[in-house]
């Protein structure tokens, strides 16, 4: 069974059709690399992946589990979208850090919030809030910065903050951890740590969607690929076939216009 299916996904703002008719599946532990030019629904889709954007069409299963379908009025409700987007876990482009928190208190805050909805957690408040710290402090250990734990996100260089952003996506375990352009706000030589701690995730089993423009990378790391162009997947197959063989015509140009810069 996929851990993710997407069927017939669509979103328009206005007039403005962004997405077509989006539709693939993923296997557990598996890396997808979503490219293409600007506009294409790259970014759009992964909200709407999230919950961040609600689809006009289409539906959303994980684990065989329909966590969204657009037909279905009730599964529109606030509460229930917060749960659903707990199967996932999103690494945005600008890092999205609390200013007024500090790095251990930026990743273990999602996982305080949740904690505090457990019936126990009045009882068992010291034990939880250890736990929570321990696991916020391994994660942070993970993406290389145990030295930075009490320094707040001004501190911090870009690639730094978006390494605890990471580490904060990580927190609640998502089943889908999903980046939008990791490293468009890093300057060049501070986007190869971000991505050498994504490559280190795809060795812990970690099921991923990378919305890059780093072709390189995508094709280094990614088990599969994903083309867009104007709301649609325009080729989609295995690293080597897109990057190697590409089918499309257009996708053949993108390659092309990308080599001329």
Known sequence: MPILEVR??????????????????????EVL??????????????????????????????NGEMLFDAEDESIHNEK?????????????????????Y????????????????RPDFKS???????????????????????????SYPYQLSGGQQQRVAIARALALSPEILCFDEPTSALDPELTGEVLKVIRSLKSS???MIVVTH???????VADKVIFMADGLIE????AEEVFGNPKSERTRAFFSSLSER
Do not use: W, Y
């Not at 017939?8 to 532990?29: C, D």
């Open 124 to 150: 068992r408040r010291r034990e939880i809030m250890g736990e929570i710290e321990s696991r916020a402090l391994a994660l942070i250990s993970r993406v290389g910065l145990a030295d930075k734990v009490n």
């Open 80 to 100: 229930e979208l917060r749960k659903k987007r707990l199967h996932f876990g999103l690494v945005f482009q600008s890092f999205n850090l609390f200013p007024q």
């Open 33 to 62: 690399a979503i490219i293409g030019s600007s506009g294409s629904g790259k970014t759009t889709l992964l909200r709407c992946l999230n919950f961040l954007e609600r689809p006009d069409a289409g539906q959303i299963l994980v």
């Open 214 to 220: 780093e072709m390189e990378f995508a094709r280094n």
């Open 102 to 117: 500090n790095v251990l208190r930026n990743v273990s805050l999602a996982m305080e919030l949740l904690a505090k909805e």
């Open 205 to 207: 089993d970690s099921t």
């Open 235 to 238: 080729e989609e197959g295995t």
């Open 8 to 29: 017939n996904i669509r979103k328009s703002f206005g007039n403005n059709e962004v997405l077509r008719g989006v539709g693939f599946t993923m296997e557990k532990g």
